[in-house]
């Protein structure tokens, strides 16, 4: 359990960074606590998404993983962060991406610091 909330939060965590540093991913609300409450909801369903999805669509273009040595990897990333959109759209989340290309690179971003996030949180398996 404790393990799930860490990773959750270091998800928020890296949301935010890409919210702070892209302008096409937006994160509105009326108060400070609405964000943050927004922001560990989005990370639930992303954190959701990666756990389901993600795995199926790696699957799915294992070839394409090969043939371009790993970097569809930004490609699946970026339609995770898309799909995380819509479903905060659908769930009347105050989060979402505007374009492509703002995925790709808020995945890289989200993918970095969850990463740097990771190894300094601690991890009880």
């Known amino acids: 359990m404790k393990n799930f909330i860490v990773k959750t939060l270091a998800n928020a965590g890296a949301l935010a960074v890409a919210v702070w540093l892209l302008k096409d991913i937006t994160l509105t609300g009326d108060s400070t606590w609405h964000k943050v409450l927004t922001l560990i909801l989005v990370a639930l369903v992303f954190g959701v998404v990666n756990w ?4 199926v669509l790696k ?8 043939l371009t040595l790993g970097l569809i990897t930004l ?3 970026a339609l995770m962060l898309l799909l995380t959109s819509w479903l905060a759209d659908k769930l009347s989340l105050d989060f979402h991406v505007h374009g492509f290309w703002t995925a790709v690179l808020g ?12 190894v300094v949180l601690p991890d009880d398996e």
């Open 52 to 55: 389901l999805v993600k795995p």
């Open 59 to 66: 699957v799915l273009s294992f070839p394409l993983f090969i």
């Open 75 to 77: 490609v699946v990333n």
């Open 107 to 118: 995945g890289l971003i989200i993918s970095i610091v969850s990463w740097a996030l990771a």
